[in-house]
């Protein structure tokens, strides 16, 4: 029979096994489900980032609108405010060596929503998002893209394409005190899906081939497959559907290949990097399209951490304090 002194131990030890879990529940880093309920207050917009320089409109192509922006943490070197002067280019040129030998600091590519026909690297709400990634460690590259209809799918899927090459080209790195092996992607809504397709296609990249990959991706209310199981009663509304649409450079779903092309549903492979994946449970892009992408990924042997967020916040809107922690970590902990 267990001593008293033995039982109290014992039940001592079960507590703080449970707050484990729960510590975990609240906070996952690995392959699991959550699901939490969210603050209305973005947290990233409520905080004042003290130290963050940013080094605005930073060219990777020639368009007006391939530009991204530079959120570099507190600690970064005088020296990493400025622009790299090599010519951007499509493809990266570092030896694979030189990247195994890399010290540089973790790094994110972050893309903006707005159903793939408007939005801005620059607004208030996405600013901030690059700020508070930049106060927890990451060197992160906040990137315009060409929009729809004046250019369609594939523009800004090759558009992000050429900023991520761009984020591995040793000036970039050397510049930024960047790890090339240390990189991650992040978006919300239409950048959720171009960020998950970077991802899913990243196998495909030149980057991939020299040595440099994606670590880790956040996916944030991304639409995951846009093709016509997207317009049943279950789907989409009419009106994003016709924004879809107009992104695939179809007039409709009957006849466009695009549509298979442009969903990460399709594309998911074994080399895929891990995923967070936040989906609101009522939001205007169906749940079921984060829940049966997670499932693919799963299938493959993909790690996700799949968090439903309760109500209707959309994208970055999911961004409370508990949420935006969760991606804080996550990041941390794939890409160390």
């Not at 449970?281 to 499932?295: G, K, N, R, V």
């Amino acid at each position: 029979m267990m001593s008293g002194r033995r039982t109290v131990l014992a039940l001592v030890a079960a507590v703080v096994a449970l707050g484990a879990v729960a510590s975990c529940s609240s906070d996952p880093v690995g392959d699991e489900n959550a699901t939490v309920t969210a603050d209305s207050v973005i947290y990233p917009l409520s905080l004042q980032y003290h130290g963050i320089d940013v080094v605005a409109d930073v060219p990777y192509g020639k368009d007006p609108l391939q530009r991204l922006d530079v959120c570099l943490p507190a600690d970064s070197a005088p020296e990493t405010t400025a622009t790299p002067t090599a010519t951007p280019s499509a493809s990266p040129t570092a030896d694979p060596a030189d990247a195994a030998a890399s010290t540089g600091r973790p790094a994110v590519l972050m893309i903006h929503g707005g159903s793939w026909s408007h939005g801005d690297k620059a607004t208030a709400a996405y600013r901030s998002v690059c700020k508070y990634l930049a106060s927890e460690g990451f060197v992160t590259f906040n990137v315009d893209y060409r929009l729809a209809p004046t250019d369609p799918f594939p523009a800004g899927l090759d558009d992000v394409r050429r900023a991520l090459d761009y984020v591995f080209r040793p000036t970039t790195l050397s510049t930024y005190d960047v790890d090339s092996q240390r990189v991650g992607v992040f978006g919300g809504s239409a950048g959720g899906n171009l960020a998950a397709m970077l991802a899913v296609t990243d196998h495909e990249s030149d980057a991939y081939a020299a040595g440099d990959r994606i670590r880790a991706v956040v996916d944030l209310s991304g639409p995951t497959n846009l093709t016509t199981r997207s317009t049943r009663a279950d789907g989409v509304s009419a009106s994003f559907q016709r924004k879809q649409l107009l992104y695939l450079g179809c007039r409709t779903y009957a006849k466009c290949p695009a549509a298979t092309r442009a969903s990460p549903e399709y594309h998911v492979t074994s080399d895929t990097a891990p995923f967070f994946i936040g989906h609101s449970t009522d939001e205007f892009i169906p749940l079921w399209e984060s829940q049966e992408f997670a499932a693919t990924l799963r299938s493959h042997d993909v790690p996700v951490t799949f968090v439903q967020v309760e109500g209707t916040a959309h994208s970055i809107a999911q961004l409370d304090e508990a949420m935006s922690r969760r991606v804080a970590t996550f990041l941390r902990a794939q890409l160390g």
